[in-house]
């Protein structure tokens, strides 16, 4: 049986978070702490000529079930190592599964659930609708640079930090996602994985047999495997 911090783990409640306007009317849910944290960096940022907004906050099982099923089944782009799009029509499902898992989280395995993390960007360089999520958006050059150049330097002032770093984590490296480490940190440390086996199976995830063949290594690479949280709020 579920408990309420599985289901907020798993994106099944959101009875915990709170409901925020960002700078186009666009309706988001975050933790409640995240959020307070968030509108101080927000208005620090502004002060530096930032303009930070959500792309994504939180995102139900539902949500992320959508996404990931209509990528599996090819109706929705799925981009390659290098950011580019792949045909996976004659994949086999083992396949499948690991190209889909580098940009794109296994249902239940997203930290978007937990109202903690957030993807980032800077709306007065770029719009909502034109922007891809795609690294080189953040680099040198990026409409989004100077935002992220802002957040390397301040973030963990305001308890961000970035948990999927090249080399240090499962994911691939995503310069735009940004996690709320002091609420963060302790709910990954609840992750369970047999209610997890639990969920999937009862569920209509594609490419589920391939996961649960797998899936308590598939937890450690791409839940459990974060680049280290700071260990305090650095002012």
Known sequence: MLTPIDKR????DDAALRTFSDDDGRQLLLDADALASFEQMKIAARRDGVQLNICSGFRD????????????????PVLGADSQPVDIN?????QRLET??????????????WGTDVDLF???AIGREQ???????????????????????????????????QGLSGTSAELWHYSYFPTASRLQAQYD???????????????????????????????????????????
């Open 9 to 12: 783990l798993f994106g099944l």
């Open 61 to 76: 099982f539902s949500r992320q079930c959508l996404i990931w099923n209509n990528k599996a089944s090819g109706k929705r």
């Open 90 to 94: 004659h994949f086999s499902d083992q």
């Open 100 to 113: 889909l898992l580098l940009w794109s989280a296994i249902p239940a395995m997203s930290r978007h659930h």
């Open 122 to 124: 800077d709306a007065s």
């Open 131 to 165: 922007l891809q999520l795609i690294n080189s958006e953040y680099q040198a050059g990026g409409p989004c640079y100077p935002m992220f150049h802002w957040l390397e330097q301040h973030a963990t002032a305001f308890g961000f930090y970035r948990p999927f770093q």
């Open 193 to 235: 994985t047999e209610k997890l086996k639990q969920l999937l199976i009862s569920s209509d995830v594609a490419l589920k047999d391939v996961m649960l063949q797998q899936l308590e290594q598939l937890v450690i690479t791409y839940v459990q495997t974060v680049a280290p949280a700071p260990s305090r709020v650095s002012l």
